[in-house]
């Protein structure tokens, strides 16, 4: 028997060495997270004795954040930190406004092309350097330097020689955004922008201090290396396992920040993440699908508006879709409100038109509320239409519909209803079909679906950054559909200065893309979340990053 | 045993380059690419990215690219990530698995072989009942549901345990217990049939009719010819547990490297994909390596040479 466990034990051994020398540093880890985790439960135990009365906020992001080089971290997981732990020149209000931040004064030309940012004085980064407008200019070019590879280059072709450079037709010299001072920063646009205070809320157009990354280029990657600007500095960063924020003394509004620290952990799954809010170690938890309906009316969730749609595209090269009154007639043999209350039920408002709710008009209006509803159930109208559309095209039978969704339980779920919808209004039998997400995805834009599930998000506040998706050949508008009157609308919407008439022809795209039908919509997604009694001034915006500045915790 | 061993070897480098010959083409093969999402994808951008990572190149470029990385160990940035290498995914992954692998499989090979013993010393006695009964129930209850279960009662309700992230000792036991009650059982029942089919032989009656001590009959004689199949399945069950688990992984928020095979496939990012299967089969090949070492040791009838004769 000795003999038998002396094997065993050999066996084991060879098996950690073997461990160990498949790479090199894979042996030092393990002592690395030894020696880290008592003497970090030392400093979380004398932190708490120091300072009893330490506000430390519990949040998860789900993974690890992909960077914070603001120019690559171009999602969700990145921005909720990084929106935190930098600032630019300007920064979303609680009523989604942009408002001044870096910038404390911004003048705008009379022809609405040219903005001057001056930066506050008391600006600095969390090293103490003051910022200055060439951080800005640096950033800028960093970001739409080809060699970057940065996702969220596009966002910036409004400015001039922008789109240029990024192609690699132009120089950075041509681009327009020059420091005249340190303090001065001038931006020239292409073309007028209503938006462009507001897309400029989004990280990839935070500053990067120079003089930091000359020095080290991978400045971003780790907590000790790491230089902000904004309401809370990078404290700790244990990769794939947590990341820690204090508040930065240096910040120049750091009277209004209320919390010491926010700790941040990452798990992925939302059924163990609401599990720990449960046991109260996360003060913030997402709603597990599972639980949404038993959750509906507790004290603690919190429901906010997220400016996206979920929709279905037609392919309009495809029969029976190259018919606009057979498009129609499948459009209006939805019943989105059935759809949100039946099959979503997660609270979301059903979607009469693609533009989501959230956008004000100089009237002073919800441009949902002025558009009202441009398509909605109908199964008599749907019937007539679809008799009709056959007709036109000569069908006796209709062509075959297969409908395909990227392989998830709630699009199926939708998938069904719509199936189960279109045969009961129009006797329609259709077929489903799912396809794993990355095929999905490639092949939705080849084309080679008849009618596929999609979503939207939108990239800056405004109408026409949805509406544009479907201009010809756009790399988003994925459904062939071509229509020279609508391209004519957007292109005169990007060019008109008045504010009126511009919010008339958004009104008349969304019109005019719900008439021609080349997709329907279904539902406007928004944000559920739970928050513990005493989490207070959390900023969540339609189109915008989370925000911390002003969150409590008492 | 040494040529053996050389052979062997030589085999092994083989089996991975082919396996990662093949894990190249079919990646290539699958439609989508590591840029392909809902949101909108400009073509400039897409190019940049493209040429970022060499993916412009022609594919036997590329292969070629990907055999010097697997010669190298180095596979260059993770697409996903863009900041981290596969390498160190993997550097900082790997050791936090192999801890939760490693104790699993003590656990399991421990209480396994224990109860399969029992259950075949008292055959058809309650102990052995109790024993099937546990290992039916571990074997058929999948241990996401488990790991959910143990979480709710034990963290959430009796908040006995703190119910998930790996930063102490405390953190380790529920992901163990969800982890090992499957391999424990697959063990206990492996022992318990053929402890009984051992405990029939010839020689055991011999060693009785000796009159040696029960003690010493079934840990020196029974046991040890009893084991074969248990270290016949230890190899795959040692790779796969301890390369670190998907589903407990994600469950346990646990950052082990479990979640780069998936991962990386859905997101189509190639890098990895490649780094975590030549990783993953270099060490399966390398286990079954030692479970065929292993067993000369456990039975002197299988001579190692004699199986040279056969490769």
């Keep these: 028997m000795k003999k038998w466990l002396m094997f065993m034990a050999m066996a084991m051994l060879a098996l950690v060495l073997a461990a160990c020398t498949a790479n090199k540093d894979a042996g030092k880890e393990p002592e690395k997270t030894d020696a880290n985790t008592p003497s970090e439960d030392d400093g979380k135990g004398s932190g708490e004795e120091a300072s009893a009365g330490d506000k430390i906020l519990y949040m998860n992001n789900g993974e690890e954040p992909t960077s914070f080089d603001p120019s690559i971290g171009f999602d969700a997981v990145s921005w909720s930190a990084l929106n935190n732990i930098m600032e630019g020149l300007t920064r979303l209000d609680d009523n989604h406004k942009a408002v001044e931040a870096t910038a404390e004064k911004i ?234 209350k039946y099959v979503t039920k ?181 944000q559920t979340t739970l928050e513990k009694p005493g989490v207070t001034g959390i900023l969540r915006h339609p189109v915008g990053y989370l925000d911390l500045k002003y969150a409590d915790k008492n | 045993m040494a040529i053996y061993i050389v052979k062997r070897f030589f085999m092994m480098i083989a089996t991975i380059l082919i396996i990662a010959t093949l894990t190249f083409f079919l990646m290539h093969s699958i439609p989508g690419s590591p840029f392909d999402d809902e949101r909108t994808s400009n073509p400039t951008i897409q190019a940049n990215l493209e040429k970022y990572y060499k993916l412009d190149q022609p594919t036997h470029i590329q292969y070629l690219n990907y055999l010097k990385a697997i010669v190298t160990f180095d596979f260059g940035p993770s697409i996903k990530k863009p900041n981290e290498s596969v390498n160190t995914q993997l550097a900082r992954g790997f050791p936090i698995s192999l801890e939760l692998g490693l104790v699993t499989i003590l656990v399991a090979v421990l209480s396994g072989i224990t109860l399969g013993t029992f259950a075949a010393l008292r055959h058809n006695g309650i102990v052995d009942y109790g024993a099937m009964a546990f290992a039916v129930i571990g074997i058929s209850v999948p241990n996401f549901v488990l790991a959910t279960l143990l979480i709710q009662q034990l963290a959430v309700n009796l908040q006995w345990l703190p119910p998930a992230t790996w930063s102490s000792p405390k953190h380790m036991i529920l992901p163990t217990l969800a982890l090992a009650t499957g391999p424990t059982a697959i063990i206990a029942r492996l022992t318990r049939s053929s402890m009984l089919e051992v405990l029939t032989q010839d020689y055991m009656k011999m060693a009785r009719a000796k009159g040696l001590s029960p003690f010493r009959i079934v840990f020196r004689h029974a046991l040890r010819n009893a084991l074969m199949p248990v270290v016949t399945i230890m190899g795959t069950m040692l790779a796969g547990i301890l390369t670190g688990t998907f589903v407990i992984e994600r469950i346990f928020a646990i950052p082990g490297m479990g979640k780069y095979f998936v991962e990386s496939i859905n997101n189509r990012d190639y890098p990895v994909i490649m780094g975590s299967t030549v990783f993953y089969s270099a060490f399966l090949v390398f286990m079954l390596f030692l479970v065929d070492i292993v067993y000369g040791f456990l039975d002197p009838r299988i001579k190692l040479h004699r199986k040279e004769g056969d490769a």
């Design chain 1, 107 to 340: 003048d705008i030309s009379e022809d609405g092309l040219t903005y001057t940012f001056t930066i506050r004085d008391n600006a600095k980064w969390s090293n103490g350097d003051p910022v200055v407008a060439g951080d800005f200019v640096y950033a800028w070019k960093h970001m739409l330097d080809p060699a970057t590879a940065s996702p969220a280059s596009f966002l910036a072709y409004f400015i001039e020689g922008a789109e240029a450079y990024n192609n690699e037709e132009g120089s950075a010299d041509e681009i327009g955004i020059k420091a005249e001072d340190d303090k001065t920063f001038v931006v020239k646009l292409t073309a007028p922008n209503e938006a462009f205070l507001n897309i400029i809320t989004n990280p990839s157009f935070f500053p990067i201090n120079e003089k930091v990354a000359a020095d080290n280029p991978q400045w971003h990657a780790n907590a000790d290396t790491f230089v902000g600007n904004g309401p809370f500095k990078l404290a700790s960063w244990d990769h794939d396992v947590s990341f820690e924020f204090e508040k930065n003394e240096h910040y120049w509004d750091a009277d209004a920040v209320k919390l010491d620290k926010v700790h941040w952990a990452m798990v992925n799954d939302s059924n163990t993440a609401y599990q720990m809010y449960q046991s109260g170690e996360l003060d913030v938890s997402g709603v597990p699908s599972e639980m949404a309906e038993q959750l509906k009316d507790s004290d603690e969730l919190r429901v906010d508006d997220e400016a996206g749609l979920y929709f279905y595209r037609f392919n309009t090269s495809m029969e029976p879709f190259t018919n606009k009154k057979i498009r129609r007639a499948f459009g209006m043999a939805i019943d989105q409100e059935e759809i949100v």
């Design chain 1, 346 to 526: 997660n609270d979301e408002k059903p979607a009469h038109g693609f533009v989501t709710y959230g956008f004000i008009g100089p009237d002073g209006k919800e441009f949902r509320d002025s558009v009202g509803d441009l398509i909605s159930y109908n199964p008599e109208e749907a019937k007539k239409l679809l008799e009709e559309g056959m007709k036109e095209e000569g069908y006796t039978e209709l062509p075959k519909v297969t409908l395909t969704y990227n392989t998830s339980e709630s699009h199926q779920a939708i998938a069904i209803a719509l199936q189960s919808k279109f045969k009961e209004v129009l006797g329609v039998d259709t077929e489903l079909q799912n396809v794993e997400s990355g095929v999905f995805a490639s092949e939705q834009k080849e084309f080679k679906y008849q009618m596929s599930r999609s979503s939207f998000l939108y990239d800056y506040a405004d109408p026409v950054n949805a509406l544009e998706s479907f201009i010809t050949g756009s790399s988003m508008n994925r459904t062939t559909w071509s229509n020279a009157e609508y391209d004519k609308l957007i292109e005169d919407i990007k060019n008109e200065t008045d504010e009126t008439k511009r919010w008339e022809l958004l009104q008349d795209a969304d019109r005019l893309l719900m008439e021609e039908m080349p997709i329907f919509p279904l539902y406007f997604y928004n």
